[in-house]
């Protein structure tokens, strides 16, 4: 059963921080590139960060890198937000590929969770 389940939204204020999981079924995590989008209302999916099927090489953004941090371990994939900004509020998915190298437009991961809130004010 192929499950994305996101959590550790909320509020935040701006130079605050916040975690977020996401819990994966066992054949969604196994060595499969997993990464995190947001998406704005009225504007396209961004990609925020990316990490391999074997979690060596880790993949960001130029309006993360820096201040985010992506990691996996044990069904879980998650990310580290640090210094957030106003921008940074959005609806935040995990995503999965079938491969174990990324790649980046997010048509190219299958399973995706519902999402969890991130407002930064």
């Known amino acids: 059963h192929v499950q994305l389940v996101e959590s550790g939204g909320g509020s935040a204020q701006a130079g605050g921080s916040l975690r977020l999981s996401c819990a994966a079924s066992p054949e969604t995590y196994h060595n499969h590139c997993m990464g995190w989008f947001r998406q704005v209302p009225g504007k396209e999916t961004e990609g925020v960060a990316r990490?391999?099927?074997?979690?060596?090489y880790t993949f960001y953004t130029d309006a993360t890198k820096g201040r985010f941090t992506i990691s996996r371990a044990d069904n879980t994939l998650y990310l580290q937000m640090n210094d957030l900004k106003p921008e940074d509020s959005a609806m935040y998915y995990c995503?999965?590929?079938?491969?174990?190298?990324?790649?980046?437009?997010?048509?190219?991961?299958?399973?995706w969770g519902q999402g969890t809130q991130v407002t930064v004010s």
């Open positions: 990490i391999d099927g074997s979690g060596q």
């Open positions: 995503a999965a590929m079938v491969t174990t190298g990324c790649s980046v437009s997010p048509e190219t991961f299958r399973w």
